[in-house]
């Protein structure tokens, strides 16, 4: 059902309109009240009044996780505090959370997209929606819930984990939307089984499932094993959080609610904008966001766009699934991992270095991926007792196991093994490289 | 007596040790006795040196990871038992525990070899040497 015709069918050219008057609104605003983004445009040499088309936002400046960072907790925040009415935040891979503050106009829109997103994944007001997502300082809880009310939905706000009164409830309550993430929804799936119950018996038919990469096969399988259609919906706390872009049930995409949020693609190396079709890294400026408006917001996701009015005669742009990312995560064995947790696991071991390597080993096509993570011995760790350094070796191991969730083998290496760069090190290199 | 002992890290790779001993013999620093201990991944030779400051600076100039640590030294008879009766038996009895040591031969005298080790409680041990008369 297309919950919001006006906008999610307009002409390209209206909405393009629409975008721009919205963004010069936005720039002007930033520019005028938040010292960061003043900075960073002077930097380019760049004013709000350079922005006369949709073309122009090129000459904008990016601003990345780490601006959040070096701003946090409020420095982005373009109202007064006291205008806030809520905050998000999510854990981040280094260090400090991400702080995003809502006005209650942010909230009063984003429960508009979240509806609007619920919606367009096929969900109506006569569904029964159980929230598996997380409550709390994560978007995931929040945003689904508001957005299913706003809906008329009845919603059934189990939050995550405890799988058992989950299924309960899914059975004795009649749901029939189950929102959660994909990897969840599976867990699910084995639990239910092993309560001898059969999820495609139930009334569950939908399943709007997101906050994490996943691929087409899992969705097959999810699809398979718990009887429903199950949807890709997309968001990022810095941006909003879920309601960015959803699929409609044609699976051809998720799109992207353009009225509020203005996307580009860009080449992650050169930072060149890129034309549709071209895969690149999803960039977004949020253009009806009060608190926290951002400019510019490099995802790290990489995606393709497509402008093709869809099936379904939504006009938004789609974008494809995310098929990885552009900073240094790596998937090893299945497992997502950044060198920031390894990084976290070192500097926690008392005179440990943070200087270290990860070596991935994808050689072997019938064996799986090796992981080996070296670590430079400082004189802080080392130890004349061949007990000891073995000890070291046999912590870092048991607890980047429990970090990363895979198992890692620890090389220590002597000081200056690893060679170091100018500027961003290079932290991960292929076996076949050595 | 206690003796300083420089260990360092190195990784068990060729030409490493050889590296070691490059930075010694710059310095002109003579090697009085040497153990390695290994895994096959990295292994900590540890050494005796007439001078162990000298040898820990033009180590640590080379780059490499080292340290010092005090140990005791022990004369013993150079004869079956020697070690034994002179070091392993009273240190056992005392309730010291030895977490390596090495010996050599040769330079102490006749029929007298050295050894040097790492007990647990340096203190106690070192007045069970006393009080043997093995203490050199």
């Not at chain 2, 930075?23 to 290994?38: N, T």
């Not at chain 2, 010291?96 to 106690?124: C, H, L, R, T």
């Amino acid at each position: 059902m297309i919950r919001d015709p006006e906008h999610e069918t307009m002409p390209r050219p209206e909405l393009e309109k629409l975008q721009l008057e919205r963004l010069k609104v936005k720039v002007r605003e930033v520019y005028d009240r938040v010292p960061f983004y003043r900075r960073a445009f002077k930097e380019k040499g760049v004013t709000p009044d350079d922005i006369q088309t949709l073309a122009d936002l090129t000459k904008l400046p990016f601003t990345s996780k780490l601006d959040f960072r070096d701003n946090y907790p409020y420095g982005l925040m373009a109202v007064p505090l006291e205008q806030a009415v809520r905050i998000h935040s999510s854990s981040g891979t280094t260090g400090k959370p991400i702080i995003v503050p809502y006005t209650q106009g942010d909230v009063d829109t984003w429960a508009e997209v979240m509806a609007r997103t619920l919606a367009t994944a096929g969900t109506t007001k006569d569904d029964v929606l159980q929230n598996a997502y997380g409550y709390g300082l994560f978007t995931g809880g929040l945003g689904f819930h508001d957005g299913a009310e706003r809906l008329g939905a009845l919603v059934i706000p189990t939050s995550s984990g405890n799988t058992k009164r989950q299924i309960l409830l899914l059975q004795d309550l009649g749901t029939t939307v189950i929102t959660c993430t994909p990897s969840y929804a599976l867990i699910l799936h084995e639990t239910a089984r092993d309560m001898g119950i059969d999820l495609r018996d139930t009334r569950l038919r939908l399943g709007v499932l997101g906050a994490e990469p996943w691929s087409e096969q899992m969705r097959e399988d999810i699809e398979e094993r718990l009887g429903i259609m199950a949807i890709n919906v997309y968001g990022l706390t810095e941006v909003i959080g879920p309601g960015v872009s959803v699929e409609c049930p044609h699976k051809c995409g998720m799109h992207i609610a353009e009225d509020h949020f203005l996307v580009e693609a860009i080449d992650p190396e050169t930072g060149e904008q890129l034309p549709y079709g071209e895969a690149g890294e999803l960039v977004v400026t949020t253009l009806t966001k009060e608190a926290q408006p951002v400019i510019r917001f490099r995802t790290r996701d990489i995606i393709s766009l497509n402008p093709e009015p869809c099936e379904c005669g939504r006009t938004m742009v789609r974008m494809s699934r995310v098929t990885g990312r552009s900073d240094d995560m790596l998937i090893v064995r299945g497992v997502n991992v950044f060198p920031s947790q390894i990084e976290s696991v070192l500097l926690d071991v008392e005179g440990v270095e943070p200087h270290y390597l990860i070596v991935v080993d994808r050689q072997h096509a019938f064996k799986s991926d090796e992981l080996e993570i070296w670590v430079e011995v400082s004189e802080g760790v080392f130890s004349d007792e061949m007990q000891k350094m073995e000890g070291l070796e046999k912590r870092l191991r048991s607890e980047m196991d429990s970090v990363l969730g895979i198992a890692a083998r620890i090389k220590l290496v002597e000081p200056r093994t690893i060679e170091r760069t100018e500027g961003k090190a290079k932290r991960v290199i292929d076996r076949s490289e050595l | 007596m206690r003796i300083k002992q420089v260990s360092v890290f190195v990784e068990n790779e060729s030409g490493r040790l050889e590296a070691i001993l490059e930075a010694l013999q710059r310095e002109k620093i003579s090697i009085r006795a040497l153990s390695v201990s290994d895994t096959a991944e990295f292994g900590i030779a540890r050494m005796i040196l007439d001078n162990p400051d000298e040898g820990l600076k033009a180590l640590r100039q080379d780059g490499f990871t080292t340290r010092i640590d005090w140990m005791l030294s022990a004369q013993i008879p150079d004869v079956p038992g020697g070690l034994l009766n002179s070091v392993a038996k009273p240190m056992a009895k005392a309730g010291i525990n030895i977490k390596y040591f090495y010996a050599f031969i040769g330079q102490v005298g006749e029929n007298k070899a050295m050894v040097v080790f790492k007990p647990d409680d340096i203190e106690k041990a070192e007045e069970v040497l006393k009080s043997l008369s093995v203490g050199s």
